[in-house]
């Protein structure tokens, strides 16, 4: 055999051959930045557990990168060295058939390797060398297969210190690789990790996985809980899908709501794949601390009659195995603990004697929350209440909010009453005896009952009145309060009834008070409560983020509320949901909240929460514009109201009906108003004329339209007229367009009327839009016709700017206001004589001035915290210069600059106190940010240093800084500042 081809017949080399790009695979920009960084390390180990998708990750990046892939896939046979080093060399021969030809005749003449593949390493380093080009990258995939061989460790060990400079090893594996000199490169910045975090799917790619590859759109709330659930698991996520593809599995609904019993091809997989590969000894150890709901080292000892579970779960944590540490212990990831729940529990009687043992367990460590979770867990009643007498009443509240149904909350009362009784305590049994009665009757307590009654039936502001003298002396003295269950809630009702009110600040202060109330006593049940009410809350604020922090509030209530058993906790978080989604113009996602929110609240026999979920499912009907719907469930849930004696129910319901017939133009609109105000005027609730309230419009000038036609047509004029001046607008108007004209000119320009963005044909000609630009850039002041007709007609004379002036002025004012019936006075652009302006009184919100506002709000914040998240704000609204596309206008340039330095500038402000934080991460993402709009901003490097050097990562610090000194001294032909000079010389000075 010709001595270049030795070996041949032994290399598999299809395991040579980069893989196949996957059908239905995602693109994954984020990841793929990440792994392309390989490129700049020595060694690359990207380490996750079975099914993430780590090789399918990395084919991704590599398939088109401007690199040379070198690729093995080993299997485990490749655990003798000899066929190792054999494969390894014919990975380079694929793009050179004549490489390693030295290498080869070393192997041809050694019969054995104890120790020479040195000198076969080195023969292949020097013709690498020799070779040297453009970056090239080798990767080892699967290499957990051979990780337990010493020998191929060790030959991938030299291979690392050998290796040229232009090749970069990626070591991809489900375990760490057990290299010597792994820890040596982590000091020395030449190692670069990637884990199953960084692998993991993040909520976004899921929804984008599902709308691009598996053509299913799903809602926001599908894609929280398929992120809930299987974490990211790509593999999981798949096998979803095919259940959906296959048809047993239902529609997607039904399988989040059956998981995990709904992924039993998955588990049957685990099983076979992960279950049955280990040995006895691992495979008892998981079944047997699946009991556990965190694995406390001690705990699983007890469990498992032995010592030694520390260092075997610091062994599986190390291998990537489905562990996720929380603080000091871990926890299973959740499918994989549904998983070995179900191995483990077809043994009933075994399953219950686990949970016993580890009751036992925490009842002698004094955990007694613990030990009652599993004594109910063992059906052990008895033994849970009598260590239920002894609890904290936080506990006692807690645990019993945890069972299944009311019937178990009281069968558990009423033992403890049994348990207090036999040891003499009388007044202690009557009043546990008392609670299980009231619990079976689903009475409310008299402590609430005042308070509930006044809010039920529509009296909110004396509610208020009353909860707010509560909450005064809460605080004064707290602990005189805490025994009734009622006052713990105070605070919640509160932020309820401020929220309808139209009371932002206030209820989201009571919420958050609310929740650290509950967080304080131990109670998770007012926890709940607490986060639903702050979903609540920032649904009436103007933060750019606010969805998304009401909808994740919602999901912390719901999960709190299935932790605890108590499907009641679930009703209000769907009705907020629905409100979320149908105010966001998603009418199917509010309809599906909706009706499972209705469910649920018939369930518990509350028909109040299910005429408030059906209003609000009425309201967005109308904001989607489907008619019929709208009418109905309206109708429905006026009457519903009516039932209950809630006269606020009736408003609203009446309130959107007549916002309803008015876009219909109805006949049945006078009426409807007639119903409304006198509502309104009766109980007291103006607060819906001028302010965005939870149940009212979301653009709260639309009532005004409702006010000038309840005045024309003489239905409670007078009233009607108080109403228009209350709001500070004549009571003579006659028209109004019934939004806030919202006007984007960071970034992409865009102007909405109300929640409608105004189409590109709307226009009618593109001066229009730029005389409104024009107007935005000199808002603080009105301009004279004639500089107007100089900026947008320079070359016209001033007859002809003139004509081109009031046809573009019409065309701008029926774009913003095209329902303006003829000769009736506009509203946003305002005419003083011979100078036009923005009207400073028009509902009109800008997302610069927002955005100058709240930096100013952070610069005079006392508190560091709320300066960050004013500052966060500000800096959301930034998407972009002011009204790029007038780029070479001289009359917008003077703003984008002091707009742009304004963001530059406190961007830098935001990032000092993240780096204070030592939030390292976000740190060094704003950095980056800011060089994307100023790359000779120097004070982004100095920081972008000053957080790589903290993280010890020299290497980035050191691109930094020159990447610093390529761009100043190319852009501005100047040298770094005194102070980026000092922090390069601690860069060197930290050189190992």
């Known amino acids: 055999?010709?001595?270049?081809?030795?070996?041949?017949?032994?290399?598999?080399?299809?395991?040579?051959?980069?893989?196949?790009?996957?059908?239905?695979?995602?693109?994954?920009?984020?990841?793929?930045?990440?792994?392309?960084?390989?490129?700049?390390?020595?060694?690359?180990?990207?380490?996750?557990?079975?099914?993430?998708?780590?090789?399918?990750?990395?084919?991704?990046?590599?398939?088109?990168?401007?690199?040379?892939?070198?690729?093995?896939?080993?299997?485990?046979?490749?655990?003798?060295?000899?066929?190792?080093?054999l494969h390894l060399i014919y990975a380079f021969r694929r793009h050179r058939p004549d490489f390693g030809g030295r290498a080869l005749e070393i192997i041809q003449k050694t019969e054995a390797l104890p120790r020479p593949y040195h000198p076969i390493i080195n023969a292949l380093s020097n013709e690498l060398v020799s070779q040297e080009g453009s970056e090239a990258i080798l990767v080892l995939d699967d290499y957990h297969l051979v990780n337990a061989s010493t020998k191929i460790n060790a030959i991938v060990d030299y291979f690392l210190e050998v290796l040229p400079p232009h090749l970069h090893l990626i070591i991809s594996s489900r375990n760490r690789p057990a290299l010597k000199s792994l820890a040596r490169r982590r000091v020395k910045g030449d190692l670069l990790e990637i884990n199953r975090q960084d692998i993991a799917f993040s909520t976004d790619e899921i929804e984008t996985l599902f709308r691009t590859q598996y053509g299913l759109h799903l809602d926001s709330q599908q894609v929280q809980k398929l992120t809930t659930e299987t974490e990211g698991w790509i593999m999981a996520l798949q096998m979803i899908w095919q259940g959906l593809q296959s048809g047993v599995a239902g529609d997607l609904d039904q399988i989040l709501a059956e998981l995990p019993r709904s992924l039993q091809d998955l588990f049957a997989y685990l099983a076979q794949e992960v279950l049955a590969r280990r040995p006895a000894r691992i495979q008892n150890f998981l079944l047997r601390t699946s009991v556990l709901r965190h694995l406390d080292a001690a705990a699983c000892d007890c469990l498992l009659g032995w010592e030694g579970s520390e260092s075997l779960l610091h062994e599986l944590d190390a291998e990537g195995f489905f562990l996720v540490q929380q603080g000091s212990d871990y926890r299973y990831h959740h499918l994989f603990h549904d998983f070995l729940r179900q191995q483990a529990a077809t043994d009933a009687e075994r399953w219950r004697d686990l949970h016993r043992q580890a009751a036992v367990y925490f009842q002698n460590k004094a955990l007694a929350e613990e030990a009652i979770y599993h004594w109910l867990a063992a059906l052990e009643h008895e033994r849970a209440a009598e260590l239920m007498v002894r609890a904290s009443e936080s506990l006692i509240e807690r645990l019993v909010d945890g069972q299944p149904n009311r019937e178990e909350q009281a069968r558990l009362l009423d033992l403890m009453a049994e348990n207090m009784t036999n040891r003499g305590k009388w007044e202690e049994a009557k009043s546990l005896r008392k609670q299980a009665q009231e619990m079976r009757e689903e009475g409310p307590g008299p402590a609430d009952l005042d308070v509930r009654v006044l809010l039920r039936t529509g009296r909110l502001a004396k509610a208020r009145r009353i909860l707010e003298e509560r909450a005064a002396a809460e605080r004064v003295s707290p602990a005189h309060f805490?025994?009734?269950?009622?006052?713990?809630?105070?605070?919640?009702?509160?932020?309820?009834?401020?929220?309808?009110?139209?009371?932002?600040?206030?209820a989201f202060a009571s919420a958050q008070e609310g929740i650290q109330i509950g967080?304080?006593?131990?109670?998770?049940?007012?926890?709940?409560?607490?986060?639903?009410?702050?979903?609540?809350?920032?649904?009436?604020?103007?933060?750019?983020?606010?969805?998304?922090?009401?909808?994740?509030?919602?999901?912390?209530?719901?999960?709190?509320?299935?932790?605890?058993?108590?499907?009641?906790?679930?009703?209000?978080a769907l009705w907020g949901l629905c409100r979320l989604y149908g105010y966001g113009r998603d009418s199917a996602a509010a309809e599906r909240s909706a009706r499972e929110g209705i469910k649920v609240g018939l369930g518990a026999g509350d028909e109040w929460i299910v005429a408030l979920i059906g209003v609000t499912l009425g309201a967005s009907y109308v904001i989607t514009g489907q008619h019929d719907e709208a009418e109905h469930w309206l109708e429905r849930s006026a009457e519903a109201f009516h039932d209950c004696g809630d006269p606020f129910g009736q408003t609203v319901a009446r309130l959107w009906q007549c916002l309803l017939y008015q876009h219909l133009d109805s006949s049945q609109l006078p009426q409807a108003l007639q119903k409304m105000l006198k509502l309104i005027e009766t109980n007291g609730y103006e607060f819906f004329f001028g302010r965005l309230t939870?149940?009212?419009?979301?653009?709260?000038?639309?009532?005004?339209?409702?006010?000038?036609?309840?005045?024309?047509?003489?239905?409670?004029?007078?009233?009607?007229?108080?109403?228009?001046?209350?709001?500070?607008?004549?009571?003579?108007?006659?028209?109004?367009?019934?939004?806030?004209?919202?006007?984007?000119?960071?970034?992409?320009?865009?102007?909405?009327?109300?929640?409608?963005?105004?189409?590109?044909?709307?226009?009618?000609?593109?001066?229009?839009?730029?005389?409104?630009?024009?107007?935005?850039?000199?808002?603080?002041?009105?301009?004279?016709?004639?500089?107007?007709?100089?900026?947008?007609?320079?070359?016209?004379?001033a007859t002809a700017a003139e004509r081109q002036f009031k046809v573009t002025l019409n065309a701008l004012q029926h774009a913003l206001e095209p329902h303006r019936p003829p000769r009736?006075?506009?509203?946003?652009?305002?005419?003083?004589?011979?100078?036009?302006?923005?009207?400073?009184?028009?509902?009109?919100?800008?997302?610069?001035?927002?955005?100058?506002?709240?930096?100013?709000?952070?610069?005079?914040?006392?508190?560091?915290?709320?300066?960050?998240?004013?500052?966060?704000?500000?800096?959301?609204?930034?998407?972009?210069?002011?009204?790029?596309?007038?780029?070479?206008?001289?009359?917008?340039?003077?703003?984008?600059?002091?707009?742009?330095?304004?963001?530059?500038?406190?961007?830098?402000?935001?990032?000092?106190?993240?780096?204070?934080?030592?939030?390292?991460e976000e740190t060094i993402r704003l950095g980056q940010q800011i060089l994307t709009i100023d790359n000779c901003w120097e004070a982004a490097y100095q920081l972008l240093i000053r957080a790589y050097l903290r993280r010890r990562d020299r290497i980035q610090a050191l691109r930094t800084y020159e990447r610093c000194v390529t761009c100043l001294q190319e852009k501005l032909d100047v040298k770094p500042m005194p102070e980026t000079m000092a922090l390069y010389a601690e860069i060197k000075s930290a050189e190992p």
């Open 824 to 920: 009736m006075s506009t509203l946003f652009v305002q005419r003083r004589g011979n100078t036009y302006g923005l009207n400073p009184a028009a509902p009109l919100w800008i997302d610069a001035a927002a955005f100058e506002r709240l930096i100013a709000q952070g610069n005079e914040a006392q508190d560091e915290a709320e300066t960050l998240d004013c500052y966060r704000q500000a800096l959301l609204l930034y998407q972009g210069d002011f009204l790029p596309n007038c780029l070479y206008e001289d009359w917008c340039r003077e703003e984008r600059e002091r707009l742009r330095h304004l963001y530059l500038t406190t961007a830098v402000k935001t990032a000092e106190i993240l780096l204070a934080q030592n939030d390292l």
């Open 482 to 506: 805490r025994e009734p269950r009622a006052h713990r809630e105070t605070l919640l009702v509160l932020s309820l009834i401020y929220v309808w009110q139209g009371h932002a600040a206030e």
């Open 519 to 572: 967080q304080l006593l131990s109670s998770p049940f007012v926890e709940a409560v607490g986060y639903m009410r702050l979903g609540h809350a920032w649904q009436i604020t103007e933060h750019p983020n606010a969805a998304d922090r009401a909808l994740s509030c919602y999901r912390q209530a719901m999960d709190i509320g299935e932790r605890l058993a108590v499907p009641r906790t679930k009703a209000e």
């Open 1 to 85: 055999m010709n001595k270049k081809e030795y070996g041949q017949d032994l290399v598999i080399h299809t395991k040579l051959v980069l893989p196949r790009a996957r059908r239905y695979l995602l693109q994954r920009p984020s990841l793929s930045a990440r792994l392309l960084e390989a490129q700049y390390y020595r060694l690359t180990i990207v380490q996750a557990g079975t099914g993430y998708g780590k090789t399918t990750a990395l084919t991704s990046a590599l398939r088109d990168a401007p690199l040379r892939v070198f690729w093995y896939s080993i299997t485990e046979s490749d655990q003798d060295p000899l066929l190792f080093l």
């Open 694 to 797: 939870f149940l009212g419009p979301f653009d709260p000038p639309a009532m005004v339209p409702l006010l000038i036609a309840a005045r024309k047509s003489g239905v409670r004029s007078a009233y009607a007229t108080c109403l228009l001046e209350r709001m500070k607008l004549s009571p003579k108007l006659n028209f109004h367009p019934g939004y806030t004209l919202r006007l984007h000119t960071l970034g992409q320009f865009c102007v909405y009327r109300g929640k409608k963005a105004i189409a590109d044909s709307e226009w009618e000609r593109e001066k229009a839009r730029q005389l409104l630009q024009l107007l935005l850039a000199n808002k603080e002041r009105a301009l004279p016709r004639d500089e107007i007709g100089a900026y947008l007609w320079p070359q016209a004379d």
